[in-house]
């Protein structure tokens, strides 16, 4: 009745091939597209949207593109933050370089310098994989964050290498700069992120993303049905890099303002979206955006409990909060070890059956 | 059921603002966790506690009583930013990052806001410039104060000469370390002097191949611009290569107890700049005890009073409490806007009389703020470290900072600043 295939015919191929082939999912897909852009920004306050939504978006994009590495390619990269850093320092060479440039396009650009940077890092992922890849990208993300300290080309030699965002602004409205509105920023962010996960699930559903499961299934089996090792991994690499790239063009750009390489885009958020990649589900979309809340929202909401609500010190709710978030997300892994979205997935075949399982 | 009683609680949580408060609300951005909690905990308690003292003792300032809240950065950027935007809407009177990486961002934040931004001793040192930066204050002084004040103590131990001198300058590779690094490279040309620099990655527990370059090196003097674990770290690993301590200078955030006791024996003659007086010698430690710790209200577990960082903390609240009080005489009514208080910190004065009123007598240099200058008098002191006595110890008066040369160099970084982002610099 409620979750069925029973009654939805499918009449033609594009329909039988069609993302959510259950009605009531298409209904929830339109239903969440519609609050999101509609209902949100007129109940969305200053500080939800700049501590909760915001960057919840941006983590999203950064784990849709370490998702597409990791969880339907197969290799394990640590460097994400390094590639965060060439979006970021990007947007601010392109939009200092270039003021008159929109500010979207500039987004767009500086996902692709982090592609081409990406592919050169995934190269070595051609001859060696798993954890020797893992140490080979660990070494892009302390290079790349040693450049953007070192060179004060990066950072048009401002005295203390901190890159600081300009005020732009896109058909006439302030997007970036400390003067945007919230609802501004919210809507770059939310039109990036919904384009690039519908991008990101057609890409894996389509010839392109078939060829990177087949190579993360096994490798030898993949080249010898004809995929080219060399195209997979390296698109891979590219398209994952492109999305991390927007992602970390959007954190400097639209969210912080102001970033300093080595704090921004530490080994520590490398680690943070690869958790969430984990813990929200390997080759999963859904799962991206399940891991970012938890890992991004879950804090936030765990201070504003703690703190705010209960009036405990805020010391000892950060404290609670780490050994909360750590429990969690060993229950989690204990209780799911394929992510939240299997949880879901899980969750959805029962839901078929319902009220009469076998 | 439970979900739902959970999702209220965060619903009321983020939504209850309090109504028309009669009260001054004085927010902390405090850090007590992570690598940097040894510098953040003692100046949180001091600051905390200089507040609670001021509405023990006095009810408040001008008879309204002082509204604290805490928000945990853990200096972290984002958490910073996060901490901002729950508290911009409470008509915070100061924000007191106690962070730079956080102050940079906070900066067009609190432009665009209207809340007074104060950097003790820390941020963005072109803020000094306030008609480019009316909103942003770093008295009594910044770290270029700081590199020029070390540079001059060093002038007068030898002889007024740095002539062929190599002083080391190691770091903390972020935007707080960076901060004094023009200022050096002028004044080692000005004084022919090699300067080398030498950065320390965050958070710093691991510095053995800077301090095997050190000691390749030979300097005559290192000097330090550490915070949190990597102060400790590079004053072990300066005594490991005995290291002459007395010529290791650190910056008034590498000056502080957790820095040097770990180290034992090995720190004693290490010395640092201070902008401000040390040891719990002041009056005004004897009202700490008397209506703070012994009414069981000291913060965090009050082991930290009379700490240098401690004393620092204390001293960024004696001088915002000093401010909202000149606020209220120029307002001429007590409760205050961010804005009124703003005016008050660019029209606050700090003399002697005052100091000894407060029960703070020469803690500080006296100096007066105004619209074209933020950035306080720039004096420091130098403090040494006893090892057996377990003290700081002053071993200079006031040295005065090249006020003339930093000046110029603001000058410059203001106005590229106010050119980035079109600002017609100007008092307000």
């Known amino acids: 009745m409620l979750y069925r295939e029973a009654g939805d015919f499918k009449t033609s191929y594009a329909s039988d091939n069609q993302t959510f082939p259950i009605r009531f999912d298409r209904t929830a897909y339109w239903v969440v597209i519609a609050v999101a852009f509609l209902l949100v920004p007129m109940v969305l306050t200053d500080y939800w949207a700049n501590s909760i939504v915001i960057p919840f978006l941006i983590y999203v994009i950064a784990a849709l593109g370490l998702n597409i590495l990791i969880g339907y390619t197969g290799l394990l990269s640590l460097g994400t933050a390094a590639f965060m850093a060439v979006g970021a320092y990007s947007t601010f060479k392109l939009t200092t370089a270039f003021p008159e440039m929109p500010i979207y396009i500039v987004f767009v650009l500086s996902g692709l310098v982090t592609a081409a940077v990406g592919v050169l890092f995934g190269l070595p992922s051609l001859k060696i994989k798993g954890f020797y890849l893992a140490v080979a990208t660990l070494a892009a993300q302390f290079f790349l964050i040693w450049l953007f300290t070192r060179y004060g080309w990066f950072f048009n030699y401002s005295s203390t290498g901190q890159i600081s965002m300009p005020e732009r602004t896109m058909f006439g409205v302030t997007i970036t700069g400390a003067s945007a509105s919230s609802t501004a920023v919210y809507f770059t962010c939310l039109i990036f992120t919904v384009a690039m996960a519908w991008l990101a699930r057609n890409m894996t559903r389509g010839t392109l993303g078939r060829t990177w499961m087949a190579i993360r299934d096994m490798d030898i089996a993949a080249e010898i049905i004809g995929v080219n090792p060399l195209i997979a991994k390296l698109s891979s690499f590219a398209v994952s890099s492109f999305f991390v790239g927007v992602a970390g063009a959007l954190t400097f750009a639209v969210y912080l303002g102001a970033v300093e390489a080595g704090e921004a885009f530490g080994i520590n958020k490398s680690f943070l979206v690869l958790f969430m990649v984990i813990i929200g589900g390997l080759g999963s979309i859904l799962g991206s955006f399940l891991g970012a809340a938890f890992l991004v929202v879950l804090p936030v909401l765990l201070k504003l409990l703690l703190v705010d609500g209960l009036g405990w010190p805020s010391d000892l709710a950060r404290h609670l909060e780490i050994m909360i978030i750590g429990a969690l997300i060993i229950i989690v892994l204990i209780a799911e070890p394929h992510g939240m979205a299997a949880l879901w997935r899980t969750m959805k075949e029962k839901l078929r059956l319902w009220p009469f399982p076998h | ?428």
């Open chain 2, 1 to 428: 059921m439970k979900m739902t009683k959970i999702a209220a609680l965060i619903a009321a949580a983020a939504i209850a603002t309090p109504v028309v408060a009669q009260d001054l609300h004085f927010p902390m951005l405090n850090y007590r966790t992570g690598p940097f909690a040894p510098g953040g905990i003692p100046f949180a308690d001091g600051y905390q506690d200089y507040l609670t003292l001021i509405n023990e003792r006095d009810g408040g300032i001008g008879g309204l009583p002082i509204r604290t809240t805490e928000c945990e950065t853990a200096y972290n950027t984002e958490r910073g930013v996060e901490c901002y935007e729950s508290i911009r809407g409470d008509s915070p009177l100061i924000v007191q990052p106690l962070s730079t990486g956080i102050t940079y961002q906070l900066i067009p934040r609190v432009t665009e806001d209207g809340v007074p931004l104060h950097t003790m001793g820390y941020g963005r040192t072109s803020a000094m410039e306030g008609e480019t930066f009316p909103w942003v204050f770093n008295y009594p002084a910044n770290y270029w104060d700081g590199a020029s004040v070390a540079i001059n103590y060093l002038l007068d131990q030898n002889g007024d000469s740095l002539e062929g001198k190599k002083i080391v300058l190691i770091y903390h590779n972020s935007a707080y370390g960076r901060e004094p690094i023009p200022t050096l490279e002028n004044l080692s040309e000005r004084y022919g002097f090699e300067l080398v620099e030498i950065p320390v990655d965050s958070p710093g527990q691991e510095q053995s191949s800077q301090w095997l370059q050190i000691r390749r090196e030979r300097p005559d003097y290192v000097i330090m611009w550490g915070w949190g674990v990597m102060n400790a770290v590079a004053i072990q690993e300066a005594a490991n290569i005995r290291f002459p301590m007395d010529h290791f200078i650190g910056i008034w955030w590498s000056g502080s107890e957790n820095d040097v006791v770990p180290v034992g024996e090995g720190a004693d003659g290490y010395t640092a700049l201070t902008f401000h007086g040390v040891g719990t010698d002041y009056p005004v430690y004897d009202d700490i005890q008397e209506y703070v710790v012994d009414r069981g209200l000291a913060a965090g577990n009050g082991d930290q009073i009379g700490s240098a960082v401690y004393s620092r903390g204390l001293y960024a609240a004696m001088l915002a409490v000093e401010a909202a009080r000149t606020a209220q005489d120029l307002a001429g009514h007590a409760q205050i806007t961010p804005a009124e208080m703003r005016a008050g910190m660019e029209a606050l004065s700090i003399s002697e009389e005052r100091l000894a009123e407060l029960g703070l007598p020469n803690f500080s240099a006296p100096f007066d703020v105004s619209c074209q200058n933020h950035g306080g008098s720039g004096a420091a002191m130098i403090q040494q470290w006893d090892a057996d006595a377990q003290t700081w110890s002053l071993i200079t008066d006031w040295i005065d900072s090249d006020r003339e040369l930093i000046g110029e160099l603001a000058t410059a970084d203001a106005a590229a600043y106010a050119a980035e982002n079109n600002i017609t610099p100007g008092c307000m």
